[in-house]
């Protein structure tokens, strides 16, 4: 398994000690349906394997590397608007994606080992505390770029509301903006404003650089 890159994402709640113990229970499922949705909404080489580390934490595994940023920003953005619908409060996730190889794969997530699962562990620990997003490839050169990358998209994250996260999340999966108008029962400009205030240009620009990176790597 060394010889294939993969993308591990070590993921946790973002200030999770603010979460109350009632809403704190309902997390792991939370976290679930959203990647569950995620993995709905695109191809099957492309979708996340995951297990719930404890009731705030988890990890993923993509074995397509070049489109794992694609579907980390969906999941960002389906939690945050799922957490809104069903706790009616504002919650983000922390992720770090590590980029490489898994030397040691054991079958379960929490058991295995390697440069991917390191590189996503340390950037979760060093991130600071209003980061959201880290990827770390233990390429100096690349890890440059894609941190000012980050630094940005931590701005946009930040900006969401939960309507635009919902309307982000949707455009991410494939549909286009009458779709999008029809599902949600309001205006296609009114998407179209939503999408624009979660900066859909730049993130997908982002994501088209990401994947270049990634690829050549």
């Not at 050169?141 to 309507?163: K, P, Q, R, T």
Request: proline share 2%.
């Amino acid at each position: 398994m060394s010889d294939t890159t993969y993308a591990v994402i070590s993921g946790e709640i973002a200030e999770s000690k603010k979460i109350s113990h009632a809403h704190l229970g309902k997390i792991p499922d939370i976290i679930r349906a959203a990647i569950s949705e995620v993995n709905r909404h695109i191809d099957a080489d492309q979708q996340l394997e995951y297990e719930i580390i404890r009731m705030d934490e988890f990890l993923c595994l993509s074995k397509n590397a070049p489109s794992s940023l694609h579907a980390i920003l969906m999941l960002a953005s389906e939690f945050r608007f799922r957490a809104h619908t069903e706790l009616d409060t504002r919650l983000e996730l922390r992720l770090s994606i590590g980029i490489g190889p898994v030397e040691l794969f054991q079958g379960q997530l929490r058991e295995s080992d390697g440069t991917a699962f390191r590189l996503a562990d340390e950037g979760l620990r060093t991130m600071k505390r209003n980061q959201r997003l880290m990827i770390s490839t233990g390429n100096e050169h690349l890890d440059g770029e894609l941190h000012v990358a980050c630094g940005f998209m931590d701005i946009l994250i930040h900006d969401w509301s939960d309507e635009q996260s919902e309307a982000l999340f949707l455009s991410l999966s494939g549909k286009n903006q009458m779709e999008i108008s029809e599902q949600l029962q309001i205006s296609q400009p009114a998407v179209n404003r939503r999408l624009k205030a979660a900066h859909l240009e730049a993130i997908d620009k982002l994501l088209e650089r990401y994947a270049t990176i990634i690829t050549s790597k």
